[in-house]
């Protein structure tokens, strides 16, 4: 009897610890001040005075951005805009390794000066008019330097969240890594979606109620976008774990770039930012081309608000679902949605149906808090350490690349269309309606029907073309989000799953299994 006891004791021991360690603490623990540690109160804090800093910054720039079509000539704004969205793909094949050698915080401070100085590029443009030539050295080069801010941007979000939340996961035991990380991403875009709605409710009090016009709004925000700046000053970048070397060269960091590339998880798991980069595209090309012209310019405001509240409800929503069911149902919703999306624009006339347009801002909005939140934590999971801030840097990349083979695709397609900004309202209108006239005709009276069905008044079917080639792109990229999400968590290695505390506890185990043998051992 007395062998028994003792040869079973070390190990019944170990197995009752490492039960106790299993006890997983909800993450709503960092919810409230009272359950907090004070080092988890500094830390949240810090991340979440970053992630202000980052939403005003970002969310004055797409504010300004959306306003850039009314103010610009539409091949200045084309051109310039995929002119943007090209530096941003090439610009974000660096900025993992430049975050990884400057440190997030750094990073961050520069990308956002990039930003500003896009503003007074942008500002400059809309102040001299549509017609000036000087229109485009000023936009293109605004474009440039934003699209370098926004590529590094992009890229601090992964160190970031990853150093804080091991910060948190580690001050509560039994705090998953996995959840920490997804509980402050969705946090993060809460506070995003909260500003950029708040952005957008001041521009439709703006142009709804004080009659401003579109060049003073830019103004303003310009001016909203460099106090961000100084946010970012009061943050502190948080430390970076011990087994990583917080100084590495520049030539390491672009080894860990070749890595990342070579691993066909980072491909497999580029779909869903692919496709959002699309749906963006496609909803600027295709709904909100239409809401201008059935419900107005001034209406674009309360369309971007419904898609930033519909993103924050879904965020919180997914968190929890994510959290019970895993991000994986959530990501099916992602990839359902653009299927259904697309396929109402394509096969009913819903969108050009008055306020029922938006509903497909909805939609749009609940998938952008898909990308925001399951997508950017699986990708965490994925990559870690060394490689987040190059892998967050690859998915912002590919969350601009389709908008910028369509924004090209659009500014070369679209023909002449921008004429009419620049020359009088009543000899322009003769000079187009004896152009439309004589070349035209054929064309306008086999369309005509079909574009009064559909909004009351005439569509130009270029734009229809494209905006149609543009949502099946969406859709058949949105079917394939899933298949290669699958395939991709099967190539995930072996234990990439764990948390820092599940290793410990795995090594504890593998120690008290190996005491336990050795005790048996010396009684046998």
């Given amino acids: 009897a007395m062998p028994q006891t003792t040869r079973s004791s070390p190990t019944h021991v170990a197995e009752a610890a490492r039960d106790v360690h299993r006890k997983k603490t909800d993450v709503s623990v960092l919810n409230s001040l009272g359950s907090m540690t004070d080092k988890q109160v500094a830390w949240s804090a810090n991340f979440y005075l970053f992630t202000l800093a980052h939403s005003i910054n970002i969310g004055t720039a797409t504010t300004a951005f959306d306003l850039a079509v009314f103010v610009l000539d539409e091949k200045v704004f084309s051109i310039g805009t995929g002119v943007l969205f090209l530096g941003i793909v090439v610009a974000s094949f660096a900025a993992g390794a430049t975050v990884n050698v400057l440190g997030p915080r750094e990073s961050a401070k520069y990308a956002m000066i990039a930003v500003v100085i896009f503003f007074i590029f942008l500002a400059s443009a809309a102040y001299i008019g549509v017609c000036n030539v000087l229109q485009w050295p000023l936009y293109l080069t605004g474009a440039v330097v934003c699209s370098v801010g926004v590529s590094h941007f992009g890229a601090c979000l992964g160190p970031w969240t990853e150093r804080t939340a091991t910060i948190l996961a ?3 035991p039994g705090l998953s890594f996995s959840d920490v990380s997804a509980h402050i991403i969705t946090n993060y875009s809460v506070i995003a979606y909260a500003t950029q709605a708040a952005l957008m409710l001041m521009l439709s009090a703006m142009q709804l109620g004080f009659g401003w016009d579109e060049t003073s709004i830019i103004v303003l925000y310009s001016v909203l976008c460099m106090l961000s700046v100084f946010f970012i000053l009061a943050t502190r970048e948080p430390p970076a774990p011990a087994e990583e070397k917080i100084d590495p060269s520049f030539s390491e960091s672009i080894k860990n770039v070749a890595r990342f590339y070579t691993d066909p998880r980072a491909f ?31 209406v674009i405001g309360i369309a971007m608000v419904v898609q930033t509240v519909t993103s924050i409800v879904c965020s919180k929503v997914f968190e929890r679902v994510s959290l019970r069911c895993g991000p994986t149902v959530v990501m099916a919703y992602g990839s359902l949605t653009c299927v259904v999306c697309t396929g109402l624009y394509l096969f ?28 950017r934590t699986i990708l965490l999971s994925h990559f870690r350490g060394k490689m987040s801030a190059v892998a967050f840097a690859s998915m912002n990349m590919q969350s601009f690349f389709g908008g910028m083979v369509f924004f090209f695709m659009d500014a070369f397609s679209s023909g002449d269309a921008s004429v009419d900004k620049c020359a009088g309202a009543g000899a322009n209108a003769t000079a187009l309606a004896g152009v439309l006239a004589t070349t035209l005709a054929p064309s306008i009276n ?43 968590n099967r190539l995930k290695p072996a234990g990439a799953d764990d948390d820092d505390d599940d290793k410990e506890e795995k090594a504890e185990g593998s120690e008290s299994e190996q005491e336990s043998d050795q005790d048996s051992d010396e009684i046998d």
């Avoid at 939609?363 to 952008?368: A, D, F, P, Q, T």
């Avoid at 005439?458 to 080639?469: E, G, K, Q």
């Fill in 446 to 488: 086999a369309i005509a029907p079909v574009a009064v069905h559909h909004i009351g008044a005439h569509v130009p079917m270029n734009r229809d073309r494209m905006a149609s080639l543009e949502a099946w792109v969406v859709m058949v990229l949105g079917v394939l989000v899933l298949p290669c999400l699958f395939v991709a």
């Fill in 170 to 172: 580690k001050e509560t």
């Fill in 348 to 375: 009913t006339d819903l969108a050009f149906q008055g306020w029922w347009i938006l509903l497909f801002f909805a939609l749009v909005g609940s998938v952008w808090s898909v990308y925001d939140t399951a997508a």
């Fill in 268 to 298: 497999l798991l580029s779909v869903l930012p692919l496709t959002m980069s699309c749906l963006s595209a496609w909803k600027t090309a295709a709904l909100s081309n239409l809401l201008q012209k059935t419900l107005g310019s001034k």
